[in-house]
């Protein structure tokens, strides 16, 4: 319904605030690990947002940035989380921390999320992973250009990981691997490749 709202903080608290924008002040709900991501009252902020509609709740959910809007989505869709434990577990992880967690199975990093349980996230884990099963990386569905990530250009695995975990966040392989061209070196660590490989996809929205 809405893609994102910008306007003026006129009040923030620990899981929403409010921005007005044209006179109309629309209560945005957060996670208190996102608040200081936000601008402080009186500042303008853009907030992505998600329109989030049950017989018992209506609400709307906003984040400072568009990676994370997609990972509190892409969070929805495992069984048995809610908005507010998505919206949690995005203010306590970023993207790229998350999507390392889920491809290298590391239910520690989901556990020190307030709320998850052992269980809880290697359930995320398993269904977040079956997303993958059936795609190819080598050239799912929406790899036009064709792009072989198995390769000697992406045959490492740091590489291969980051690739991964760009698909679970959401992208293909093909945007994936287009990304990680532009900002790969020999040095950078899985989780730097995945930070810098997603502020490059944003630059092409």
Same mark, same amino acid.
């Given at each position: 319904?809405?893609?994102?709202?910008?306007?003026?903080?006129?009040?923030?608290?620990?899981?929403?605030?409010?921005?007005?924008?044209?006179?109309?002040?629309?209560?945005?709900?957060?996670?208190?690990?996102?608040?200081?991501? =936000?601008?402080?009252?009186?500042?303008?902020?853009?907030?992505?947002?998600?329109?989030?509609?049950?017989?018992?709740?209506?609400?709307?959910?906003? =984040?400072?940035?568009?990676?994370?809007?997609?990972?509190?989505?892409?969070?929805?869709?495992?069984?048995?989380? @809610?908005?507010?434990?998505?919206?949690?577990?995005?203010?306590?992880?970023?993207?790229?921390? =998350?999507?390392?967690?889920?491809?290298?199975?590391?239910?520690?990093?989901?556990?020190?999320?307030?709320?998850?349980?052992?269980? @809880?996230?290697?359930?995320?884990?398993?269904?977040?992973?079956?997303?993958?099963?059936? *795609?190819?990386?080598?050239?799912?569905?929406?790899?036009?250009?064709?792009?072989?990530?198995?390769?000697?250009?992406?045959?490492?695995?740091?590489?291969?990981?980051?690739?991964?975990?760009?698909?679970?966040?959401?992208?293909?392989?093909?945007?994936?691997?287009?990304?990680?061209?532009?900002?790969?070196?020999?040095?950078?660590?899985?989780?730097?490749?995945? *930070?810098?490989?997603?502020?490059?996809?944003?630059?092409?929205?």
């Amino acid at each position: 319904m809405y893609a994102y709202i910008k306007g003026e903080i006129v009040h923030k608290a620990p899981e929403y605030l409010i921005l007005e924008n044209n006179g109309i002040g629309y209560k945005v709900m957060s996670s208190s690990g996102l608040m200081s991501s =936000f601008p402080a009252i009186g500042e303008t902020a853009k907030a992505y947002t998600y329109y989030y509609v049950r017989e018992d709740q209506i609400s709307l959910y906003g =984040f400072p940035t568009q990676e994370e809007l997609s990972m509190f989505e892409l969070l929805l869709t495992v069984s048995g989380i @809610g908005p507010k434990v998505a919206c949690n577990i995005t203010g306590s992880l970023n993207p790229g921390q =998350f999507a390392v967690a889920v491809v290298s199975g590391d239910t520690r990093a989901l556990t020190s999320v307030k709320g998850i349980g052992k269980k @809880g996230a290697e359930r995320m884990i398993l269904e977040l992973k079956d997303k993958l099963k059936g *795609r190819d990386l080598a050239g799912d569905d929406t790899n036009a250009g064709g792009v072989d990530v198995f390769t000697s250009e992406a045959s490492g695995s740091v590489t291969m990981e980051a690739v991964s975990a760009l698909m679970v966040l959401g992208y293909s392989s093909n945007e994936a691997m287009s990304a990680i061209r532009v900002v790969n070196n020999n040095d950078i660590s899985l989780e730097d490749l995945i *930070r810098l490989s997603l502020k490059q996809l944003v630059k092409q929205i």
